[in-house]
Nanobody, 125 residues
Framework: QVQLVESGGGLVQAGDSLRLSCAAS????????MGWFRQAPGKEREFVAA????????YYVDSVKGRFTISTDNAKSTVYLQMNSLKPEDTAEYYC??????????????????WGQGTQVTVSS
């Protein structure tokens, strides 16, 4: 099973940018589709973005489309979430997740089996 460690969270102002990183160890990312989720206080964890094994296909929740970009660097076994034009409602704990995928271009939104410990993102107004 792949181990995931997130980093890059912090406190920023509305309109700022952050890039989250997720470093994987134990397995090569080439077998996995990857995703980012978030959980705000008092709310359920929600899907944010995912990327296929091939890296060629992505999917985003509507609230972040056009502002967030997910990408992978398989050589570095790292997944990124570039977050631009941040809003206070983006404040949450952000989690990286992995799911073994049989298909190179599949972009799952559920069924992730490996999770990181999370990194906090706080956006002030």
């Amino acid at each position: 099973q792949v181990q995931l460690v997130e980093s890059g969270g912090g406190l920023v102002q509305a309109g700022d940018s952050l890039r989250l990183s997720c470093a994987a160890s134990g397995r090569t990312l080439s077998r996995y589709a990857m995703g980012w989720f978030r959980q705000a206080p008092g709310k359920e964890r929600e899907f944010v973005a995912a990327i296929s094994r091939s890296g060629g296909y992505t999917y985003y929740v509507d609230s972040v489309k056009g502002r967030f970009t997910i990408s992978t660097d398989n050589a570095k076994s790292t997944v990124y979430l570039q977050m631009n034009s941040l809003k206070p409602e983006d404040t949450a704990e952000y989690y990286c997740a992995a799911r073994i995928s049989l298909y190179m271009d599949d972009v799952p939104r559920t069924g992730f089996s490996s999770w990181g410990q999370g990194t906090q993102v706080t956006v002030s107004s």
